[in-house]
């Protein structure tokens, strides 16, 4: 049996394919052309001794496919008995939001016609908790939350409710299917590149934060949970994946204890978040990098929003790990492989 996996070359597809790969699975991995291995070469390496790699890598095998390229994805998925979809793009930029809809709509719509062709058994799509929707006021979401249009979807969220409808219309053509809603990802990897750069901006010292509530989650806990779902032929379900609900400040004042660093002492309000992106906005004329702050994050680190994790804890009997222990994992491998920037405490 093979198992295939997109977006292999990044956070969570890596350690997918690392997870597989421990259990002894032949694994075909999705990588484009001009994908950079760095961050999957670092995350094998937390999971393989240098005796242990030979064998791992004895079963994995690099295939150029896009998702954006329905004949490489049929010839990818030949005689693939199980596909775990990982690859998205996320950005809440403007400039990316057609680009980002064509990925994780149109790039989920080929994936699932693919898998269809080509006799695919069992698709394990990876969504996300932004796929729920959100509400102005605070709000309690779970599997059964109904998405609802409003402003405070983020055009990522937009493109990953409409990545799933690309799912469950590949259910009803006859491809057995479920999906997770991960929370915020976290764990050891390229602390430059998404929600992984909180790690990056509380070693340097952030001094704002806001009363802004999310739900977060290992990155090892995620794979683990799309592995053991798919081993009991899960079909027709989704699943909320969050260790645990907690508020911007919660998360920024647990890195900066982690850190030793000054804890953040601004608390962001709606008008203070409101003049934050506009300035943000108008350096980016002038420095295109370095500057994450857009329109959508500002808005969007206001909202209350709490995730229940009690369907895919009664399915596996699965326990997450505190998001403590996964923020302390981070802080030890930045520290290693970072010289840390101390802004003393008070």
């Known amino acids: ?77 030949a005689g693939v008995s199980t596909i775990y979809h990982c690859a998205a793009m996320v950005s809440f930029f403007q400039k990316d939001h057609a680009s980002m809809i064509e990925v994780n709509v149109t790039g989920t719509a080929n994936m699932v016609n693919a898998a269809l062709h080509c006799g695919v058994k069992q698709f394990c799509h990876v969504s996300s908790i932004a796929a729920l929707g959100r509400a102005a006021a605070e709000n309690h979401l779970d599997e059964k939350s109904i998405w609802e249009n409003g402003k405070h979807n983020s055009q990522y969220a937009i493109s990953k409710y409409q990545a799933e409808m690309e799912v469950w219309r590949g259910q009803e053509e006859g491809l057995t299917v479920f999906v997770v809603n991960p929370g915020v990802i976290l764990g050891v990897g390229d602390f430059n590149k998404g929600s992984l750069t909180i790690i990056d901006a509380a070693a340097k010292g952030m001094p704002f934060y806001t009363e802004g509530v999310n739900g977060y989650v290992d990155v090892a806990d995620v794979a683990a949970c799309m592995l053991q779902l798919v081993r009991l032929n899960i079909s027709g379900k989704r699943f909320v994946l969050v260790a645990q609900n907690l508020s911007n400040k919660e998360l920024l004042f647990q890195l900066s204890e982690l850190f030793g660093v000054k804890a953040p002492s601004i608390r962001v309000t709606k008008l203070l978040a409101e003049l ?71």
């Open 1 to 77: 049996m093979i198992n295939a996996v997109s977006g292999a070359t990044g956070f969570l597809g890596a350690h997918v394919v690392c997870q597989l790969l421990q259990s002894g699975n032949q694994v075909r991995a999705f990588r484009r052309n001009h994908s950079n291995l760095s961050e999957f070469n670092q995350i094998f390496n937390l999971y393989f001794s240098e005796i242990e790699s030979k064998n791992a890598l004895s079963l994995l095998t690099w295939v150029d496919a896009d998702v954006l390229e329905i004949l490489s994805l049929e010839s990818a998925l």
């Open 276 to 346: 934050a992106w506009m300035v943000y906005a108008i350096k980016r004329l002038f420095i295109p990098k370095g500057l994450p702050l857009t329109k959508e994050i500002a808005r969007s680190s206001l909202i209350k929003s709490y995730y229940s994790n009690t369907q895919i804890k009664n399915a596996l009997q699965f326990e997450f790990r505190p998001i403590q222990q996964t923020l302390a994992n981070c802080v030890a491998a930045y520290l290693k492989k970072h010289k840390p920037i101390i802004h003393e405490k008070n």
